[in-house]
């Protein structure tokens, strides 16, 4: 299974964006896991902003809680991460992983800047 975040931009603050993480390969595998989003901003460590369980339960970091949503299409072999009133601080690549994240799953990412 590889994993790909597509979907980041440049976005003022206030904006939104939808983020979109596919799998290919098997997607059963994808399927079983839970799955979570991933971010790091120039100097900082990798932090997990949102987690979503194989049935659907989620949790999410306080820093974004109640801005972003984290979504999973099974079906589809996709995972997203609806971000809204984004902020400067949330400028970071984001990544996604299964939960407990795996080194073997880790991609390119997918840029995120916010403009004050």
């Known amino acids: 299974v590889q994993l790909q975040a597509s979907g980041g931009g440049l976005v003022q603050a206030g904006g939104s964006l939808r983020l979109s993480c596919a799998a290919s390969g098997s997607r059963v595998i994808f399927s079983i896991r839970a799955m979570a989003w991933y971010r790091q901003a120039p100097g900082e460590q990798r932090e997990q902003v949102a987690v979503i369980s194989s049935g659907g339960t989620t949790n999410y970091a306080d820093t974004v809680k109640g801005r972003f949503t984290i979504t999973r299409d099974n079906a589809k072999g996709t995972i997203y991460l609806q971000m809204n009133s984004l902020k400067p601080e949330d400028t970071a690549v984001y990544y996604c992983?299964?939960?407990?994240?795996?080194?073997?799953?880790w991609g390119q990412g997918t840029q995120v800047t916010v403009s004050s």
């Open positions: 992983n299964t939960m407990p994240a795996s080194n073997v799953y």
